[in-house]
């Protein structure tokens, strides 16, 4: 049973070199935690009592400005950070894509990194033997798979940690905004897997701006602000108040027609 329970949780970040003028620009500004400064040093407040309680199917999306706390959140359960204050429990396997990079190695090939970063992810080695070709066509990179990672392109190292990720079997994934930034036209190859990766992970927890992509994965979502959880619940209703539109109104035709051949995703995400 997967499940992801998170009680009054806080994570600080004690600043222990902050700049005392540069410390007021910041507490001036709009976006990021709160900077504490009743000790001798700063503590910026990147979560504030959060409570979350997420179950075998939730597939949420993480909204905020810069510095809300999505990312810390994310860390927070993959048990990257431990709470401050308050506790956490999280039970499944994790699959944590925070940075589609991590984890390759540029000096080995093309082949040895599929298999790194498959164990990375959380995969056995037999399992990635199993996927290793179909990974490795989904690339289109050819030879290159047997040069050393060094010798590619940006580009070409996005579609091989792509083609890996969505090659997993997570019983949690926990995606950063990252993945929504490669290449377009190769991300639209993607989404099919994308989507396959999402329907066989159990829990789904997705800090991403893009309303195509939020709608296509995801069916609530969680709205930061400041640390703390401003608003949770459906997809819909939450991009509704946080960015002032209905995400439904602005999607791509690419989009409409994907999630008109999923009724299951729209519908959820409809209510
Ligand atoms: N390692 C760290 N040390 C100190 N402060 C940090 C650290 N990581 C995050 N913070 C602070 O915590 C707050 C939340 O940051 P976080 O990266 O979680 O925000 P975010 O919502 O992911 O932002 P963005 O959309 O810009 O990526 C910010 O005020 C940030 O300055």
Redesign the pocket.
């Known amino acids: 049973m997967v499940s992801i329970d998170v009680w009054n949780a806080s994570v600080d ?1 004690p ?1 222990f070199d902050a700049k005392s003028r540069s410390l007021k620009k910041l507490a001036l500004g709009k ?3 709160k ?1 504490g400064s009743e000790g001798r040093v700063p503590i ?1 407040e ?2 504030h009592d959060i409570n979350i309680s997420l179950r075998h199917g939730d597939r949420v999306g ?1 909204v ?12 927070l359960l993959a048990g990257i950070y431990e709470p401050t204050r308050g506790s956490s429990r999280i039970q499944g396997k994790i699959a944590p894509v925070f940075d589609l990079g991590v984890g390759m190695d540029p000096e080995i090939s093309g082949y040895e990194n599929i298999m790194i970063r498959g164990l990375f992810l959380g995969m056995t080695r037999k399992e990635m033997e199993k996927r290793v070709d179909d990974i490795a066509e989904f690339t289109e990179l050819g030879d290159y798979l047997s040069m050393p990672l060094r010798t590619y392109s940006t580009g070409m190292r996005v579609r091989l940690a792509l083609g890996v990720v969505t090659s997993i079997d997570p019983e949690i994934l926990l995606l ?2 990252g993945i929504g930034a490669v290449d377009a036209a190769f991300l639209s190859k993607a989404r099919d897997r994308l989507n396959d990766l999402v329907k066989r992970s159990g829990i789904l927890v997705f ?1 991403n701006h893009s309303d195509d992509m939020l709608v296509e994965l995801c069916n609530t979502a969680i709205w ?1 602000d400041e ?1 703390r959880v401003k608003m949770h619940g459906s997809l819909r209703e939450v991009v509704k108040s946080y960015k002032g539109r209905d995400p439904y109104e602005h999607l791509s035709p690419e989009t409409l027609e994907r999630i008109g051949q999923s009724p299951v995703l729209s519908g959820n995400g409809g209510e």
């Open positions: 970040f600043i976006v990021g935690g900077i910026i990147a979560l993480l905020g400005h810069n510095g809300a706390g999505k990312s810390t959140l994310l860390r950063d905004e800090a930061m640390g």
